[in-house]
């Protein structure tokens, strides 16, 4: 089946340093999106990518949609401490009916 | 404050139990979803409903039973739940089931714990 790759799995970081994580597979995607979940809360969409080779921000927040439609990126810049919780990428994609799956996920931690 | 809203917030239930999570959205969504999530795990997909008919099935095990009243409601009905069943089950909802330009909005999900 279908299958996301991201990496990292965490990353401890200073506040005000810039962050990267990825996303990768061997499927080919017709969205990529971005999610944020805290603690007893659900995922809360952060950025949504429809078209190969589209670059998105939303704020501080830069996502690309990978040329190849496999891949994405998701920088964040000089992070602040509630950036901390974990991100998650997804991809949907038609298979008799509209489905979205996720990558397992990047634990990020901000230290102030 | 989310957009889909789940009931309950909690919930513990006895392996004999019968009982139903809810999900309700009044943005006039057409294809609504339920998930699984274990705890440090990304959310897993169980079910698709587009138009109010059933999509996709994830082979998803009999105990747990969707049901698509009307456009605005989701439930999940369980019964002989295991205690691995125990998870945080989440609800989402996009525009139209085959509409690429349209991302999940997910409830805040419902903590099931199976005794």
């Known amino acids: 089946g279908q299958q996301l790759n991201q990496s990292p799995q965490s990353m401890f970081i200073q506040e005000g340093e810039d962050v990267s994580m990825n996303c990768t597979s061997s499927?080919?995607?017709?969205?990529w999106l971005w999610y944020k979940q805290d603690p007893g809360e659900g995922p809360v969409l952060l950025i949504a990518?429809?078209?190969?080779?589209e670059l998105t921000s939303n704020g501080r927040l830069t996502a690309q949609f990978g040329i190849t439609r496999k891949d994405s990126f998701l920088n964040i810049s000089a992070s602040i401490p509630s950036d901390v919780g974990i991100y998650f990428c997804a991809g949907g994609l038609n298979t008799g009916g509209f489905k979205t799956i996720f990558g397992a996920g990047t634990r990020l931690f901000v230290k102030a | 404050d989310t957009e889909v809203t789940q009931t309950p917030k909690h919930l513990v239930m006895g392996m004999t139990n019968k009982k139903s999570l809810k999900c309700e959205q009044h943005?006039?969504?057409?294809?609504m979803y339920w998930y699984k999530q274990k705890a440090k795990k990304p959310p897993e997909l169980m079910f698709v409903y587009s138009y109010e008919k059933l999509s996709i099935n994830e082979s998803v095990p009999s105990r747990f039973s969707p049901e698509c009243p009307n456009s605005s409601l989701l439930n999940l009905h369980l019964h002989a739940l295991q205690p691995e069943d125990s998870a945080l089950y989440l609800c989402?909802?996009?525009?139209?089931?085959?509409?690429?330009?349209?991302?999940?909005?997910f409830g805040n999900g419902t903590r099931l714990t199976v005794t």
């Open positions: 990518l429809y078209k190969a080779g």
């Open positions: 989402a909802s996009r525009r139209q089931g085959n509409d690429y330009n349209s991302p999940l909005h």
């Open positions: 943005m006039g969504h057409r294809a």
């Open positions: 499927s080919i995607f017709n969205t």
